[in-house]
């Protein structure tokens, strides 16, 4: 952006930063591209998949799993840090574990995120937990000849915060998955408050990526989104904090693999950060498009769900 520009304020949440305060000429273009255009945003560093059906798709991401997992050894552990959000593919590397009799043992798993509620992570009981929701649909429908030992599975906790942080250092990740949020975040890296130092501009590319696992507030979006999502729609059941893989863990992460399958953002939103990304065209107002100066970033659509930005009632 230009520095010398005043930017608009948020036409959602006039109180934070977002996506709708850049240049309204990245807008546009972002909102003109079409399916084929998408796939030109390739470039070094930067790799787009298209899958045609859901199955392929969730199966795809799925095998990110298992192939991590098969790179590690006792000696040189690794694994794969994952989302909630989307969550098909998690029943379905259980399925291939089971089928196939991988022993995964000495593999290791990421949890993203975790709503917070009075200071501390939600319990694994609450039927909003992520981890929940990764043990439920994953890891205990593995059968235990197979499956992670436990203290391999890392969940991020308000006390515990620093050992998650540190053990991107102690073990390879291989891959970051992640899914997209409306306001085009990766896990809860949300823009920030228009606030304080950050009233005029919102924070430097540098800046943002400076961030490590934290404890964060959510942009109004997010809980949006979350409520429509995973609560009927209940915005008031939706906690407005949440614990947060940050950039920092994220750029030690030696690839990041976000899945798009068409109901997580809008037909704009999947436009707009891949246009940033490819073009370069960092800024902390859109999260996502801070993985443009990551070495090795993989985008993969669900191409029926790509979806158009024509104007059309409904």
Known sequence: ??????????????????????????????????????????????????????????TAE?????????????????GICGPI???????????IVNALGVDIRSGHFWGMDEWVVDGKEVEKSNP??????DMDLC?????????????????????????YSSSFDDVRCLVMQGGQGEVKHWAFNDPVKREGAYSAEPPSPAEYRKKAARIVDLHPMTIIQNARTSGGGVVSNIPARALTVGPEETWKAEKVSIWHPGYHDNPFGMRLTAL?????????????????????VQFNYYVHGIGSCEAEMN
Do not use: C
């Open 1 to 58: 952006m230009d520095g010398d520009a005043v930017r608009s304020f948020s036409k959602v949440a006039p109180a934070w930063w977002d996506y709708t305060t850049l240049d309204d000429e990245i807008l546009q273009d972002a909102a003109r591209l079409t399916v084929s255009d998408i796939k030109q945003l390739e470039r070094s560093g930067f790799t787009i998949r298209f899958f045609d059906t859901l199955e392929s798709f969730y």
């Open 85 to 95: 959000g989307p969550t098909a593919q998690l029943p379905l590397v259980a399925q």
């Open 276 to 296: 940033m990304i490819s073009k370069n065209l960092a800024d902390s107002s859109v999260p996502m498009s801070l993985l443009a100066d990551h070495p090795n």
């Open 139 to 163: 890891f205990n429908r593995i059968d235990w000849k197979y499956r992670l030992d436990e203290g391999n599975l890392h969940f991020p906790s308000v006390a515990g915060l620093s050992d």
């Open 62 to 78: 799925a095998l990110e799993y298992v192939e991590a997992w098969l790179q590690s050894t006792p000696d040189n552990p690794a």
């Open 128 to 133: 909003y937990s992520f981890a929940k929701a």
